[in-house]
């Protein structure tokens, strides 16, 4: 099984980089087998809204969410780390998750050839802003709890944390703790 984590923050290195590394341990401690994307490094657009994807449930725009959509699918549970950004996830993130509307056809349900592989499939995510305050997050939580429940999708949990300068995250033993906790429960079996 497959254990995919999506990075979302421009810092490599960084504390949302950090905590995902973590998760991605405990889903290896677990058995599974990761990956990492790192959104910042690849080509990716907004979404057009053309509507074009919900007869074919291909993206007309030609670059690398394509590849993405490929690994999601593959997948077995996806981690997403992003940091806090003006109160909301960051431009790729945002950018990436609009995306996920090829997945689906005109009426908000899974495309026919994507249903039997997202069907169960276990969605986390892991926030980090500078506001002492995890809970600036919670709009970020919103956006991702809400596309499990309406996909159907099994929502594992959230990692909140604190941290402001790069790296600053690994004093927090805590956080660490539950990045990779919610690693080994993305690779467990249901």
């Known amino acids: 099984m497959k254990v995919l984590g999506i990075l979302g923050s421009p810092r490599i290195g960084g504390n949302s980089d950090i905590l995902l590394d973590e998760a991605l341990a405990g889903a290896r401690e677990t058995g599974a087998e990761v990956e990492k994307v790192i959104l910042d490094k ?45 109160w909301s996830m960051t431009a790729q993130m945002k950018a ?3 995306r996920w509307c090829a997945l689906f056809d005109a009426e908000w349900r899974w495309q ?7 069907k169960g499939k ?9 506001d002492p305050n995890p809970r600036t997050a919670d709009p970020i939580v919103h956006s991702f709890k809400s596309t499990a429940e309406m996909t159907k999708l099994n929502w594992i949990g959230v990692v909140m944390a604190s941290a402001s300068d790069k790296g600053e995250i690994i004093k927090d033993e805590n956080a660490r703790k539950q990045a990779f906790e919610l690693g080994k429960k993305a690779a467990r079996p249901q």
């Not at 026919?112 to 997202?118: F, W």
């Open 96 to 98: 990436y998750l609009d």
């Open 112 to 118: 026919k050839q994507y249903y039997p592989k997202m």
């Open 122 to 130: 276990r969605i986390g995510l892991i926030t980090v802003c500078g």
């Open 42 to 86: 690849l080509k990716l657009s907004g979404c057009r809204d053309c509507k074009k994807c919900n007869e074919t449930g291909i993206c007309v725009i030609k670059d690398d969410v394509q590849e993405i959509h490929k690994k999601i699918l593959e997948a077995y549970a996806i981690i997403h780390s992003v940091p806090v950004y003006f």
